[in-house]
């Protein structure tokens, strides 16, 4: 199934001319938002064009409670149009059917609790925006901002990140002009946050994500499994 055309002049716009140029799209948009700074300032920037923009949240059961009680008190200031995508098991199902994942196969806790969710979650929708960026990770360096994406289901869908060029002072320089409340979890020397037994204060300044999985690996899997087309 064929998606939108991807106009090269897309991949060069800043991000609050990208988001305007994307929304006038035609399709159903959304944003993937784990509350992180990055998500937060896409968010920040779509509301004021679409404050009735759907936000994916991926409630896995496993996150921190700081940043559980962030979600909710950001839901309540921005009046956010959120969706809690959860997994077809609870947690305590999970585990009493497989043990404790996230210690002994953390691709296939993932795969359970984040990857299969988001993917059902996206059915809907035919635009994806993302808080992602190349510096990030080593596994994101060739993102683009505006990429084509398949689905397991065949279905195609544009995926944006108008964040994609940005670093780490662009980002706290625009949480701090406008200032946004940002997770508390930051303030304690974490630099890339998933969920809690999985995540720890990054041993390499220079890779925020080292600090996920223990370093075993560098994605969760809801940015690698669908096919990037284009």
């Known amino acids: 199934m064929s998606g939108p055309e991807i106009h090269p002049d897309w991949q060069v716009l800043p991000p609050e001319l990208l988001i305007g140029e994307i929304l006038r799209q035609p399709g159903h948009p959304c944003i993937t938002n784990s509350f992180q700074a990055e998500d937060m300032i896409v968010l920040h920037l779509l509301r004021q064009l679409n404050p009735e923009i759907p936000v994916l949240f991926l409630d896995t059961g496993y996150h921190f409670a700081e940043t559980y009680s962030y979600r909710d008190t950001m839901v309540r200031k921005w009046s956010l149009n959120l969706t809690n995508l959860q997994a077809e098991q609870t947690v305590e199902e999970q585990e009493a059917a497989f043990g404790i994942l996230n210690q002994s196969d953390p691709t296939r806790c993932c795969g359970l609790r984040k990857v299969g969710p988001l993917m059902r979650g996206l059915e809907q929708y035919d635009i994806w925006f993302t808080g992602l960026r190349r510096e990030q990770s080593p596994t994101r360096k060739n993102l ?45 020397g974490y630099a890339s946050i998933g969920c809690e037994p999985c995540t720890s204060i990054p041993e390499d300044p220079n890779n925020p994500r080292s600090g996920r999985w223990s370093g075993k690996k560098l994605e969760c899997g809801i940015h690698t499994f669908s096919e990037k087309t284009s």
Request: net charge negative; no cysteine; charged share 25%.
């Open 144 to 188: 683009r901002q505006v990429e084509q994406h398949v689905l397991p289901s065949d279905k195609t869908l544009l995926k944006v990140s108008p964040l994609a060029e940005w670093n780490w002072k662009q980002v706290w320089e625009y949480l701090t002009r406008n200032e946004i409340d940002y997770l508390p979890l930051y303030d304690q």
